[in-house]
């Protein structure tokens, strides 16, 4: 069995194009995340599906992508990461067929499982192979491709939804996935070299239940808690109880890892590494913040100024690309200066970012009023994922690359999905209690028999909705009803997000104050990489 040190032998002499390789499995794992949400209404109508059953087709994905980093790291670090690629590759590209060919809700969601499965199986290993095959002077650049996907992937999704609903059938934002997916597997079995950090070890199968278990606890009661009113989900069993019993789970996870030790599912020596530490601090943090922008923006584009989805994404689109190029560039200052302070500029631009989008908006602004704010924030956003991901890494034993990608990434996920629940819920509660007094200023110009309707309308109203016109009304009235109903509802609407994006600028600047935890690291020359370092003593055995 030979071993390869990268320092005196690369793993490969094309990183770059083994990256991209990977990367365009990881765009898809990501596009998949958000391009089945402009398609709600098509499904709903093309497969007879309830809007629960379609909303969990959507949660299926990430919920299974979420409990599973943490176990598919792990394994990446055993058997070896392009092995454990081309399997979440295969997987992923069978399961999109399978979603495209779906002929009934139920099998829709068991494909989407398959989906998440997939992408869960596949994303760490990105990770994991930038630490092995680029040496630490190129690691800023390579995470900065990685953060252009991260930050481009969530809008290119309801474009390419959009074209594809409006040409196309629903089918094919699945089927898309099919020759794309095989394109990727071919290029990796042919370009992608085996990368195994070093001697396997057995999989800790009570740390992947405990940890299985707890993860699934906490983000099913997360991401299900404002569907069932945070209370009782069925018989004695109900959204507080499921969280706990989620975190009591991964307490007696971390106990058990303690006393494995090194042999471990999560080694909890990767905490040895200050950076990771806080890296993982401040990643919960950014994501639970970051989170409520796109979120946010989105439902007042749709539901407060009417956009159609594709005309949505249009508007969020120039935001993403200024995040795309940005990361390749924030990704060479952090090669040069390091990810830390890098970083602790994007965070801080980003919450000015925010603090511009409330001075500018209200309820009548279009999207020239959006963009000085989301200029703001797509150069802020460029100079976040990247920086966090090199920092956070940084001092990470490579044999454990795996591992900490699993963490870092859950750690990150929970954060946002924490993110949506509680400024989702923020955001609801402002507009609630918001819109009765906001019809009530406009009940005035309905005539009078109308006028309680209206009110008792704008109390009952749901979620993100404007209060409805009763039925029979004559058409001028109705006409009205709706013009004031919107306007009431967008004004509502404004101040809700104003404040919503206030606590997500808290919670960003609260991250940017985290960042100074990270110790800096040393400076090399590039001339001193060629030489052989501890932290470059990345072994890879030439079988799979």
């Known amino acids: 069995m030979t071993e390869v040190k990268t320092a005196e032998a690369p793993v490969t002499q094309r990183p770059w194009l083994v990256l991209a390789v990977m990367c365009a499995g990881f765009f898809m794992a990501l596009l998949d995340g958000s391009i089945v949400n402009i398609a709600v209404p098509t499904l709903i109508n093309g497969l007879d599906a309830s809007y629960d059953q379609v909303l969990w087709i959507i949660d299926g994905y990430l919920l299974v992508f979420s409990v599973l980093l943490i176990t598919t790291g792990r394994l990446g670090d055993i058997h070896g990461y392009r092995r454990l690629f081309l399997i979440g590759i295969t997987l992923f590209t069978v399961a999109s067929a399978l979603c495209g060919l779906a002929g009934t809700p139920g099998l829709l969601l068991a494909a989407r499982v398959l989906q998440g499965l997939g992408a869960a199986l596949l994303f760490p290993q990105v990770i994991s192979s930038i630490l092995t095959i680029f040496p630490p002077r190129l690691r800023g650049r390579a995470f900065g491709l990685f953060g252009a996907i991260v930050g481009l992937a969530p809008v290119v999704g309801p474009i390419a939804g959009g074209f594809l609903l409006a040409h196309l059938s629903w089918r094919w934002i699945f089927l898309i996935n099919v020759p794309i997916g095989i394109v990727t597997a071919l290029l990796a079995v042919r370009y992608v070299p085996v990368m195994r950090p070093g001697r396997g070890t057995s999989l800790d199968l009570t740390g992947v239940a405990l940890a299985t278990a707890g993860l699934t606890g906490i983000v099913f009661g997360l991401i299900e808690g404002e569907r069932y009113d945070w209370a009782t989900v069925t018989g004695p069993i109900g959204i507080p109880s499921v969280i706990v019993a989620g975190a009591a789970l991964l307490v007696l996870f971390v106990l058990w890892q303690h006393r494995r030790g090194n042999d471990s599912l999560m080694p909890l020596a990767l905490f040895d590494a200050r ?71 994007g965070l801080a631009l980003l919450a ?97 028999e109308l006028r309680e309707g209206f009110l008792a309308a704008a109390d009952d109203a749901e979620n993100f909705r404007p209060p409805s016109p009763p039925s029979g009304l004559g058409g001028s009235e109705t006409a009205l009803w709706r013009r ?9 609407f404004t101040h809700a997000m104003h404040l919503t994006f206030l606590a997500a600028a808290a919670a960003l600047v609260a991250a940017t104050v985290l960042c100074g935890l990270f110790t800096t690291p040393r400076t090399t020359h590039p001339a001193q990489t060629q030489g052989t370092t501890g932290e470059e003593d990345t072994r890879t055995t030439p079988q799979d």
Request: proline residues 3%; glycine residues 14%.
């Open 275 to 345: 950076n990771f530490s806080v890296g993982n601090g401040v990643g919960f943090v950014f994501q639970l913040g970051m989170i409520a922008i796109a979120f946010v923006l989105v439902l007042y584009l749709q539901t407060a100024r009417g956009y159609s989805a594709l005309e949505t994404a249009a508007v969020m689109l120039p935001g993403a690309i200024l995040t795309a190029v940005g990361s390749a560039y924030a990704g060479r200052l952090s090669d040069r200066f390091g990810g830390k302070y890098v970083l602790m500029a």
């Open 484 to 492: 004031l109903g919107d306007e009431a509802f967008a004004a509502s």
């Open 352 to 448: 000015l970012g925010l603090l511009v989008l409330v001075a500018s908006t209200d309820a009548h602004s279009d999207a020239r009023g959006l963009l000085p704010g989301l200029i703001i924030i797509g150069i802020a956003g460029g100079a976040t994922f990247a920086p966090l991901q090199q920092a956070t890494m940084d001092g990470v034993n490579p044999r454990l690359a795996g591992a900490a990608s699993g963490v870092s990434n859950t750690t990150r996920q929970i954060g946002g999905v924490l993110g949506t629940a509680v400024l989702g819920a923020l955001l609801s509660a402002r507009i609630n209690a918001d819109l009765p007094g906001e019809a009530r200023e406009r009940a005035g110009r309905l005539p009078s």
